[in-house]
């Protein structure tokens, strides 16, 4: 990682548990109260996506397909939420957010007012390393079809 600013939670923390790496990006499980709440974060200091080359662009966007795809074939949720937001931490990262008619704030976003009391199930066994090779498995399957 590039680490060129000692303000930046995102380039001084992995900003989670580690899933996936590579030279552009990673992939880390958050310890949100979400069940498989991850963030893509960028591993260059840059604040919008729009900051990235053309092959940037394409291989961050193939990450959070391959990212969702891996979450939806292992959870099953309702919905997937995507955001890019970064308004406290301006380094580019995305929420992957699985969701689930029976987490706490659902239908609302997951900073509203809790709604309830959550009754998400936990992750399952060994759901680090099994998310991982999800993810490769869907990033290899987004990048072979072109779409």
């Given at each position: 990682?590039?680490?060129?600013?000692?303000?930046?939670?995102?380039?001084?923390?992995?900003?989670?548990?580690?899933?996936?790496?590579?030279e552009?990006?990673?992939?880390?499980?958050?310890?949100?109260?979400?069940?498989?709440?991850?963030?893509?974060?960028?591993?260059?200091?840059?604040?919008?996506?729009?900051?990235?080359?053309?092959?940037?662009?394409?291989?961050?966007?193939?990450?959070?397909?391959?990212?969702?795809?891996?979450?939806?074939?292992?959870?099953?949720?309702?919905?997937?939420?995507?955001?890019s937001?970064?308004?406290?931490?301006?380094?580019?990262?995305?929420?992957?957010?699985?969701?689930?008619?029976?987490?706490?704030?659902?239908?609302?976003?997951?900073?509203?007012?809790?709604?309830?009391?959550?009754?998400?199930?936990?992750?399952?066994p060994?759901?680090?390393?099994?998310?991982?090779?999800?993810?490769?498995?869907?990033?290899?399957?987004?990048?072979?079809?072109?779409?």
């Amino acid at each position: 990682m590039n680490h060129i600013s000692d303000q930046c939670i995102f380039c001084r923390e992995d900003g989670g548990i580690p899933v996936y790496l590579d030279e552009m990006c990673r992939v880390v499980l958050t310890a949100e109260p979400f069940p498989g709440f991850c963030r893509l974060i960028w591993n260059r200091h840059v604040v919008e996506f729009s900051d990235l080359s053309a092959t940037e662009r394409q291989h961050c966007a193939d990450m959070l397909v391959a990212t969702e795809r891996a979450l939806r074939s292992l959870l099953s949720p309702v919905k997937m939420n995507i955001a890019s937001l970064g308004n406290i931490t301006p380094h580019l990262h995305w929420h992957v957010i699985p969701r689930f008619t029976a987490d706490s704030h659902y239908p609302q976003p997951i900073w509203a007012e809790s709604l309830r009391e959550s009754r998400t199930p936990t992750l399952p066994p060994q759901f680090i390393d099994r998310l991982k090779k999800a993810i490769m498995t869907k990033l290899d399957e987004v990048k072979n079809a072109g779409n």
